[in-house]
DNA sequence: TTAAATGTTTAAAT
DNA sequence: CATTTAAACATTTA
């Protein structure tokens, strides 16, 4: 699912409840989930959880024995905390967020002390979990392929990462080794934002199409980051009903839907091989 | 029944 | 070699 947004609202959420718990124990039924050899599992024992950080979609959790579980969300996945007085979930939205858990998306469950439960929910199965010493991540093979992290970098950056290469702009966008985070609704959000044709070559933009692009990027993530990312507490607004999910969105799954610009239709094709939405009069490609 | 889904990896085709 | 496309992973929903 999730993508940066979603990623950093669960890393931000899990900071501020799960730093300073100890890990009671660690119990999957899914065994891809949980790429953990026995004695890693049992190693987990006692540790105490001391910081939560985000690397592109990837989710560290620092442990005091000098390993970091590194969980990766994928298409599906999401995590759930709950004790007797906190309730926290974010990730891909779906009813298993604010339903009785476990559920029969759960994937690993981590019991916590203070009786406090952490959950890895994830309907497809594409997520997981692995352990790394904490000193060696950068090496780890995830973590290693990824480029600058797509919140935060500088102007001057992502056009450098991105002015000289072949490929389709789109393509580059989610390209995770080139800027780690973005993902498929918010490269679409930002190519429209910045009127700019998902399959033009990255080689043709001009310097302004970078800058806007970049402003365009960021100011999405910002407003999804506000509203808790695409799912997470605002899936379910004050009232209990379901809320913000996409609420953000400007061409995401709006086909046939008339663009807020200029009114023409929003069109759906595929474009570096994922479902793709523009609008093919303010997106004008490029000879 | 078919198509697609907020991701990544790998193999095969250009 | 650089890019693109398709398939695979597994399941649900339209």
Known sequence: MPELPEVET??????????????????????????LTQAQISSLKGTQIQGVARRGKAILIDLSHRQTLVIHLKLTGQLVYQSRQQFFGAGHPTDSLLGHLPDSSTRVIVRLDKGAVLYFNDVRKFGWI?????????????????????????????????????KMIKACLLDQSLLAGC?????????????????NSAKL??????????QELQQVFKLSLEAGGSSSKNYI?????????????????????????????????????RGTYLCVVCQKKKL
């Open 10 to 35: 669960v890393v931000l959420g899990l900071r501020q409840l799960i730093v300073g718990h100890k890990i009671r124990d660690v119990s999957c039924d899914w065994a891809r989930s949980l790429r």
């Open 130 to 166: 692995k352990l790394c010493p904490s000193h060696k991540l950068a090496q780890m093979d995830y973590i290693q392929g990824l480029g600058e992290d797509a919140l935060g970098v500088s102007v001057e950056r992502f056009t450098d990462i991105f002015e000289t290469r072949q």
């Open 183 to 199: 993902g498929n609704i918010y490269a679409d959000e930002a190519l429209w934002g910045s009127k700019i044709h998902p399959q």
């Open 205 to 214: 933009l001009l310097k302004a199409d970078f800058r806007c692009l970049w």
């Open 237 to 273: 607004n004050a009232k209990g009903e379901k809320g913000a999910y996409l609420d953000f969105a400007r061409v995401y799954q709006r086909e046939g839907l008339p663009c807020l610009r200029c009114t023409s239709l929003i069109r759906r094709i595929k474009a570096a091989g």
